[in-house]
């Protein structure tokens, strides 16, 4: 008697050119290209309606966007103030959440704390793949966590991770790497392994209302591994940056369905756990600036904040026939555009000399209102003529050497008041939103970059 074959459940596809093949091969039969097939799940369609048999269901109807409803979304407090700044003012109920960074950075203590605090009032489990229970059971005692009502599963099956659910609100997946659901033959942390169980975890949090968190292993490049469509199942992507002998940490969001995608949130690592930090000036400004050429302070907006971080400058005579330019948390395109207008239009020359460029502690610039702050910097460094530390710049600079105005113009030089500056220099077009504040702070109203240097007193020939 014949028995029936089990019909394959995974196969392998080409990530160059789809061809499909029933086993992992070296090489693709079809384009010649090695190491591209990976696995993949074989996904039977389901008739949804049958004519022949009579039936028919309708699964979904499109609908007029003005019989659509605002659904609400409750938000829970993490425990950790900058946390939920990040997150958008809290935890959202039944949402991906994915924590990426360094090995040793602090992602396992930060989702240990905030896990620790949800267990008090909600069931909370934490998932932990990669150490054991004891481990974990070490890490609270050390941070002093009150997690008697905090579950521990040690276990790398996603199946039974899904069995030990329970009545659990939030769950911490540590990690998506170490994870692996049975449906698939290859090992843990591989492409195929990855996609399908982020895709189930997901299927999971959006129809049982329980919130991931789900700590992702980084590249040596510093972006996540596995495929990209990891980040893009995810509601909300952080990336947790900082040198690891460092105590301040920066908690950045790339991605956030539930709230802004450029906020920063400000970790100290401490014995007792890490921690919120509120005053960025020990972070972001020095306390020697305005003794020594070529910084400055720009008010950056990052999300639903301001605040001023220092820009400096470095500028030495070069060594070889090609100068050098380096920057660090500014847009290395950037720099190499604001060098020409300098050079072009103020007639300051850096043919012959190396460049480096720095944002204080860590963070990364992208807004274009930094750029009159680099280009004062520069010049500062040039020119060998420090800048009053009480002093603030801001402001986008064309090709031609003009001054465009920038947003949260208003929101920036009330940053700037609160931390104590005596004095701005603000596009021209931006003076008239700032004007209720020249009692405050004293306003200069610049249109072009030569002014700037002027106001600063950096142009030699007055």
């Known amino acids: 008697m014949a028995t029936k074959t089990k019909s394959p459940t995974t196969q392998y596809v080409c990530s160059e050119c789809g061809f499909i093949a029933p086993k992992w091969l070296g090489k ?32 979904s109807r499109a609908l007029p966007i003005s019989k659509i409803g605002y659904e609400k979304f409750d938000r829970v407090n993490s ?41 008090k009032e909600h069931p909370t489990l934490y998932v932990s793949a990669e150490e054991s229970c004891s481990q974990v059971k070490m890490r609270c005692d050390r941070l002093r966590l009150a997690s008697e009502n905090l579950l521990l599963l040690n276990e790398t099956c996603l199946e ?5 659910l329970g009545e659990c609100r939030f769950v911490v997946i540590d990690s998506v790497q170490a994870i692996y659901t049975e449906t698939m033959n290859s090992a843990a942390g591989s492409v195929g392994q990855v996609r399908e169980c982020a895709a189930k975890l997901m299927r999971i949090a959006k129809s049982r209302q329980i919130t991931f968190f789900i700590i992702g292993h980084v590249t040596k490049e510093g972006a996540l ?36 995608a450029q906020e920063v949130g400000v970790f100290e690592m401490t014995d007792e ?45 070069t060594a070889y026939g090609m100068p050098r330019r380096m920057s660090l948390g500014v847009d290395y395109n950037k720099l190499i555009l604001l060098i020409a ?26 807004e274009p209102s930094i750029d009159l702050a680099v280009c004062v910097a520069l010049a500062s460094a040039a020119y060998d003529v420090p800048i009053d530390k009480y002093t603030a710049v801001f402001g986008e600079v064309g090709l031609t050497g003009e001054i465009r105005p920038v947003t949260y113009a208003e929101k920036r030089v009330n940053e ?15 003076k008239k939103l700032c004007e209720k504040y020249a009692e405050k702070i004293e306003l200069i109203p610049v ?16």
């Open 28 to 59: 693709c039969p079809d384009c010649g290209n090695f190491n591209t097939m990976q696995e993949e799940l074989v996904r039977v369609e389901q008739q949804k309606t049958d004519v022949r048999r009579g039936v028919g269901t309708v699964v």
């Open 79 to 119: 425990g950790i103030e900058e946390f939920d700044t990040v997150l958008g003012g809290g935890i959202v109920r039944g949402s991906l959440v994915l924590l990426g960074g360094d090995p040793g950075i602090g992602k396992s203590t930060l989702l240990t704390q905030v896990a620790a605090h949800l267990a």
């Open 160 to 164: 039974e991770i899904e069995n030990n």
């Open 225 to 260: 591994a596995g495929p990209k469509v990891l980040e893009h199942i995810m509601d909300t992507v952080l990336y947790f940056e900082g040198q690891p002998e460092d105590n301040f940490k920066l908690l950045r969001a790339v991605k956030n369905r539930f709230g802004s």
């Open 273 to 317: 756990g890490i921690k919120s930090v509120r005053d960025y000036a020990q972070i972001f400004l020095s306390e020697s600036r305005g003794l020594a050429a070529g910084s400055a302070v720009t008010p950056s907006e990052s999300g639903n904040r301001c605040m001023n971080v220092e820009l400096q400058t470095l500028i030495t005579k």
């Open 341 to 366: 207008v300098l050079e072009k239009r103020c007639g300051i020359p850096f043919y012959s000399l190396d460049v480096y460029v720095n944002a204080m502690g860590g963070i990364k610039l992208n």
């Open 416 to 430: 700037c008041i609160k931390t104590g500056f005596k004095r701005v220099i603000l596009p021209a077009k931006n």
């Open 447 to 462: 249109q072009y970059v030569g002014q700037a240097l002027k106001a600063l007193q950096l142009r030699k020939d007055g």
